[in-house]
């Protein structure tokens, strides 16, 4: 009886040792964006662009995201440079004027709003806050989705440390709710939930 528990008790630490480590390997799907693009060169030591540069707002004050293929065309109608991105970037993209399909790393939930203005503009709150040194990147990383939600790892942040208590990183609803308490803000659900 005690040699048949020990086997069973063996058995089931190994399954959920194999569940912890191989779930979330299957449960986000990774994709590659459509091409390889490096901040470093716009923004750091051959570069002197800053991330509102190419990230702005419209008149009304929102977020326009990833720029559109006329920001990018305006400096590489021809390549600038010797590397094979940039030439594929020009031949594929800009030659045919075909807006390159980034995978986006923030999209948050359609239930949510998030205002960057109000945090970027009037909080001084920087990029890098929410977003990490992703401006310093010389390689965008790879997207990876969860294939149920839908979102992505970077919104989601990394499963409930494999290895710590808390989970790490993301833009999920607690993160942002855990920042505004620690500067002292509070809201109702319909500021973010329209």
């Not at 839908?150 to 999920?172: F, I, K, N």
Request: with cysteine; glycine share 10%.
């Amino acid at each position: 009886m005690l040699r048949a528990t020990l086997i069973f008790t063996a058995g089931f630490l190994a399954s959920l040792g194999a569940g912890w480590l191989a779930l979330p390997k299957t449960l986000y799907r990774t994709e590659a964006q459509p091409l390889s693009f490096n901040h470093q060169v716009h923004t750091g030591d051959k570069g002197n662009m800053a991330c509102e540069d190419c990230h702005s707002f419209r008149e009304n004050g929102s977020f326009a995201g990833i720029p559109k293929l006329e920001s990018c065309a305006g400096c590489h109608a021809e390549a600038m440079g010797e590397t094979a991105a940039e030439k594929q970037f020009v031949a594929n993209f800009v030659k045919p004027g075909r807006e390159p399909q980034w995978k986006v790393y923030a999209r948050q939930p359609d239930n949510a709003f998030f205002p960057h203005s109000p945090h970027v503009k009037a909080a001084k709150l920087k990029c890098e806050k929410c977003h990490g040194d992703h401006g310093k990147s010389t390689t965008l990383p790879l997207y990876q989705v969860n294939r149920i939600s839908g979102y992505s790892l970077d919104v989601m942040g990394r499963p409930a440390g494999r290895w710590g208590l808390q989970r790490a990183g993301g833009m999920r609803m607690d993160d942002c709710v855990a920042c505004h308490r620690q500067n002292g803000l509070s809201h109702s659900c319909l500021d973010c939930h329209k």
